[in-house]
């Protein structure tokens, strides 16, 4: 069964704190992806990466780094937390697309971040 | 990225038929339709994908007019347990997807 996994459901936080969230996949899937959902608002893509090392920006990358040493693992940093980055945080991943529709992405159970 | 648009939220009861229309009036030639089933309290999940015409499994189906500018996803005799945010999503080669708001889907006994 495939799985993705994120390394914490719930995580409070205070404004400055630097903050790391993990996410690992154990489909072997090239594509790796950083959502926050907000109510009304929908899923807003972060940052994305297609290959180790290899990262784009989404729509709202302002705030947010990104780190993908390896294949399986795509690391989701702020650097300096601020209260408007409360949110939830999904990671996904999906396999190559080589041609046709978008390949099928696989989502974590995410990640509930509040910073204080 | 072409835009979609579609219900905010929409009610029905179980062992009804539910209909959800997308609206994306620029899709472009290499654009694929999409449609992800989110539950409360976890990540989205792929239901069906598909270009023209009619898709179907054993979940929804998928009608694409010949214009392709809008879909409509059907999911024939819901249970409570389809309770749902339905996300319409447009795009073709590349990475990104625009989810959008949803449609809310609510159904009750």
């Known amino acids: 069964d495939v799985k993705v996994t994120q390394s914490s459901r719930y995580l409070v936080k205070r404004t400055g704190e630097k903050v790391f969230l993990e996410c690992v996949q154990d489909?072997?899937?090239?594509?790796m992806f950083w959502y926050r959902q907000d109510p009304g608002l929908g899923l807003r893509l972060i940052y994305f990466s297609y290959d180790v090392k290899m990262k784009e920006k989404g729509d709202i990358p302002e705030g947010y780094s990104v780190s993908r040493e390896k294949k399986e693992r795509f690391s989701l940093i702020l650097e300096s937390a601020s209260t408007n980055q409360t949110s939830m945080y999904l990671c996904a991943s999906s396999p190559l697309q080589t041609s046709g529709g978008a390949r099928e992405q696989f989502f974590g159970p995410g990640t509930r971040l509040t910073v204080l | 990225l072409a835009k979609t648009t579609q219900p905010i939220s929409m009610d029905s009861y179980e062992g009804q038929e539910v209909n959800i229309t997308c609206s994306h009036n620029?899709?472009?030639?290499?654009?694929?339709i999409t449609w992800y089933q989110q539950f409360p309290s976890q990540g989205p999940r792929f239901i069906i994908q598909?270009?023209?015409t009619k898709v179907t499994n054993e979940v929804a189906s998928l009608f694409i007019p010949a214009d392709r500018k809008s879909s409509t996803l059907s999911l024939p005799r819901v249970s409570l347990s389809d309770t749902a945010v339905y996300y319409c999503?447009?795009?073709?080669?590349?990475?990104?997807?625009?989810f959008g708001a949803g449609t809310t889907v609510t159904v009750r006994a």
């Open positions: 489909m072997d899937h090239e594509n």
């Open positions: 620029n899709i472009a030639t290499n654009d694929y």
């Open positions: 999503l447009v795009g073709g080669l590349g990475y990104k997807l625009s």
């Open positions: 598909g270009y023209k």
